[in-house]
């Protein structure tokens, strides 16, 4: 799986946030036994950096896959940059979930949400905006607005074309409006999804942009968010398990087809060096 998103870009990786209602406690040694324990099950995450809000830990950059761990006041994240199999991309994501709650004080109550983010990034150079525009909008009535992109009286060209969209997928079947409640909305339980491209040419003009573009890359993020209750904080690799199996099959069926391979076909093409 994770060896044929990583063929598609130039970086993949897997991302766990754990968020808490109430802030962290930030004892010593709570927090140094929680690394400890991490470090000795991943031996190469030895790197501990103290931030002005988050305490982290990490492997090299240079380590395949590379791997960290950061707590923040209200929350708990981790991440695996370019791992090479299913369990190199969740295996510490479970490991964290599963020590987390007891090093840290965390009850069930306190959890807020569990989220599961993938991304991509493409090195891409030139006018980034540019380039996602003509790869998503190509053929549709929105491509009329930025007419062929090229410069001149009657065109634009797309100086921030980030988009965004945000759905639910749904536990069961949405049940039919009652008698009389047509009109009311519908509150639908499920995990969230959103889907986003971020591009980083920067906006303006002059040699700061110019300097800027190819030096960061195009990222398509697949973020699944959970709010479901907690009734026993061991559920939650479980829980985890169910956010990756859903999220595998939205990067199979949706962002390959339709957001990673249209980008990465336009990279492709000299019209944007």
């Known amino acids: 799986m994770t060896e044929s998103f990583r063929a598609l870009c130039s970086d993949f990786y897997v991302n ?8 962290l406690p930030r004892g010593r040694e709570a927090m140094l036994d929680l690394f400890e324990r991490v470090r000795r099950t991943y031996p190469s995450m030895g790197s501990f950096r103290r931030y002005k809000d988050e305490l982290a830990l990490e492997s090299k950059q240079t380590e395949a ?58 090195a891409a150079r030139g006018n980034q905006d540019l380039l996602v ?38 536990d069961s079947e949405p049940e039919p409006p009652a008698p009389g409640a047509e009109g009311e909305t519908q509150v639908v339980s499920g995990t969230e999804v959103h889907m986003e491209v971020k591009t980083r040419t920067g906006s303006g003009s002059g040699s700061d942009t110019e300097a ?36 595998q099959q939205l990067i199979e069926n949706r962002v390959i087809p339709y957001l990673v391979r249209p980008i990465r076909e336009a990279i492709g093409s000299s019209d944007f060096e």
Do not use: C
Not at 16 to 23: A, E, G, R
């Open 65 to 122: 896959p590379h791997r960290w761990l950061a707590i923040r006041p209200s929350n708990v994240r981790s991440g695996v940059v370019n791992p090479s199999a299913g369990e190199d991309a969740y295996g510490l994501h479970r490991h964290v979930l599963e020590l987390a709650p007891f090093f840290l004080s965390i009850s069930p109550l306190d959890v807020e949400y569990l989220e599961l983010l993938y991304g991509f990034d493409f």
């Open 133 to 170: 525009a003509h790869a998503l909008l190509e053929g549709t009535p929105l491509e009329k607005l930025f007419e062929d992109g090229s410069t001149g009286p009657n065109n634009l060209v797309p100086l921030d074309f980030q988009p965004m969209l945000g759905f639910v997928l749904p």
């Open 16 to 23: 766990q946030k754990l968020s808490v209602k109430l802030d």
């Open 212 to 247: 800027r573009a190819g030096t960061e890359p195009i990222s398509i993020y697949l973020t699944l968010r959970r709010y479901e209750p907690v009734d026993d904080l061991k559920e939650l690799p479980a829980a985890l398990d169910r956010l990756a199996a859903a999220g």
